[in-house]
């Protein structure tokens, strides 16, 4: 069965900016985190410099957790030949049990696309980009 | 009650199309020129009376294309105390503000639409429309180099949101097919549409996957076409030798997830929801007093929402709301039995005017002598346009 393809990051400049930046030095040692307001508590995320719900500014960045696909969309892949097999590309929603409210657009690699479901439990996979490591996920049954 | 002190102040006194069609080879300034020159003559007015432009374009001051400061000039008009470009639903209420406001008196409203490179593939492979490489990378239209933003494409979110919809209320698509089913059905008696053939519930359940779960019936048809309005106050309407039609109500709406697609914060807190319960705020009319409906159907989830965001069934009902208000015998629906969805075939059929074609189109019919598509007697339309995330606009609109 062809499986979800892994998009090429490697010439992908990754943005980033104060208070984007944890996040992806967090990923170059393999670990997700989210920023999370010192104040109040709440999850910010895209990073930024005000916490919607209290203005406050400094967050803690603090490890999601358990993430799980909120939703996803399954597209064909066309290849260069005409007779190439058939693949898919699997963007996707990424939740995490420890960081309420924050979703991550990413894609679900390494994917059977019969058998990808909202709720399922995925793991990150850390891509190499041009400038840092993008977070991709797998399907954590998957072989 | 929030104040609307606009109510029946400004009218919409002209109405001119192009033509519809999925590769005219002409540029959106000739096509907005064109709808552009019918609505002028359509009003009975002279050019020079025009004070103020809307144009097309997400960007309020872009020059180039079918910009205000590109029509003002090819056009002739002499002085304009008011321009700007706007699109989707917010491009009307942009041109009603300036002229309740009295920055114009006469203003001129275009919206003008090329098939992109990013919304269709025969597009991507046309040297007229040559901007595809910007679309090949991982970049892409929304969010540009935001990674928190990455889609390529608005379809990925788009999708994404319609299977959640699905989970969510553990439905099928049926209410996709029906939405679907109903524009095409417009679209056969509409002779400027791109799709004149009808579809049945089969063809759409078996037309092609696109972006799972949305199939390519969810999708608007990409096409060449423009849309011009003239638009002036009522008491120089009444002047004319025309029948108004009354902006009685108009609302935006924008919410705390900005413009994060993936922020989605659920079916309560979307534009949809916001645009729509601000202009019920603003009228003293009811869903029983609409008698013309135009959600707008870039895809079928924006139709679907904004029917439910309109009130005529709950968040999530539109499956069995459909199911009830399904005419069988033509293959439409009809809204609590009486209100007809998207008479001109909508984005679906009638082709991508990204909503400017059910402004244009809820006028006509609130003018009459519409032909065989003429909803008889009717005198108010309720309008939704715009996406979930940004430029929505909720409109009732008055004989
Ligand atoms: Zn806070």
Redesign the interface.
């Known amino acids: 069965m062809t499986r979800s393809i892994t ?1 090429d ?1 490697s010439t ?4 980033m900016d104060t208070w984007s930046e944890p996040f992806w030095q967090a990923g170059a040692r393999g670990e997700t985190h989210m920023p999370r307001c010192l104040a109040c508590g709440t999850f910010r ?2 990073a930024g410099p005000f916490c ?1 719900e209290c203005h406050t500014q400094p967050v803690e960045w603090v490890a999601a957790g358990q993430a799980r696909l ?7 892949v066309r290849g260069a030949e005409p007779d190439a097999p058939p693949a898919w590309r699997i ?3 990424v939740e995490f049990d420890a960081a309420p ?1 924050v ?4 894609v679900l690699v390494d994917a059977d ?1 019969a058998h990808v479901a ?1 709720g399922d439990r995925v793991e990150v996979v850390w891509q190499p980009a041009a400038s840092a490591s ?1 977070p991709l996920f797998r399907r954590e049954d998957a072989e | 009650m929030a104040r609307n002190p606009l109510r029946d102040r400004v009218a919409i006194v002209g109405i001119g199309s192009s033509p519809y069609g999925r590769d005219l080879q002409r540029s959106e300034l000739s096509l907005g020129l064109e709808a552009a020159v019918n609505a002028i003559a359509d009003a009975g007015i002279d050019r020079q009376e025009i004070d103020g432009i809307c144009g097309s374009g997400m960007t309020s001051l872009a020059m180039g294309n079918a910009g205000f400061l590109s029509l003002q000039g090819a056009l002739g008009i002499e002085r304009c105390t008011w321009g700007k470009n706007g699109w989707l639903g917010s491009a009307l209420v942009y041109t009603v503000e300036a002229v309740f406001s009295g920055l114009c008196d006469m203003a001129l409203l275009v919206q003008a639409n090329v098939r992109s490179p990013g919304m269709s593939r025969a597009a991507a492979r046309d040297p007229f429309r040559a901007r595809a490489a910007q679309f090949a990378g ?1 970049g892409g239209d929304v969010g540009l ?8 494409h608005s ?3 788009y ?3 319609m ?2 919809y699905c ?1 969510d209320f553990g439905v099928n698509k049926d209410a996709f097919a029906m939405l679907a089913v109903n524009t095409r059905s417009y679209g056969a008696l509409n002779p400027e549409a791109v799709f004149q053939s009808p579809l049945s519930l089969e063809d759409y359940h078996a037309s092609r ?6 199939q390519v019936a969810d999708m608007d048809v990409p096409c060449d076409c423009a849309e011009a309005l003239v638009i002036t106050t009522a008491e120089r309407a009444r002047d004319l030798n025309v029948k108004p039609v009354f902006v009685h109500a108009m609302a935006l709406g924008g919410t ?1 997830i900005g413009e ?5 914060a659920g079916w309560r807190d979307n534009s949809f929801q916001v645009s729509m319960s601000g202009l019920w705020d603003r009228s003293e009319l009811r869903l029983p007093d609409i008698d013309l409906f135009y959600p707008y159907d870039g895809y079928t989830m924006d139709a679907i929402a904004i029917t439910e965001a309109a009130g005529y069934c709950g968040i999530g009902e539109a499956t069995d709301y459909f199911r009830t208000s399904w005419d069988s015998s033509r293959n439409i629906l009809m809204l609590d039995g009486r209100v007809p969805v998207l008479t001109d075939g909508g984005g679906l059929a009638h082709g991508r005017a990204g909503g400017a074609n059910l402004y244009a189109e809820a006028a006509r019919q609130l003018r009459g002598n519409l032909g065989n598509r003429q909803v008889p007697g009717a005198q108010s339309a309720l309008i939704g346009i715009g996406s979930f995330f940004h430029d929505p606009a909720a409109v009732i609109l008055r004989a």
């Open positions: 998009p990051f992908f400049e990754v943005p995320w895209p919607p909120y939703s996803f969309t399954i597209l064909p963007p996707a929603l409210g979703r991550l657009v990413s696309p909202i993008v | 991982i180099g935001d990674f928190a933003k990455r889609w390529i379809g990925e979110p999708a994404a949101i299977r959640r989970h996957m696109v972006w799972d779960p949305m705390r994060y697609y993936e922020n989605f």
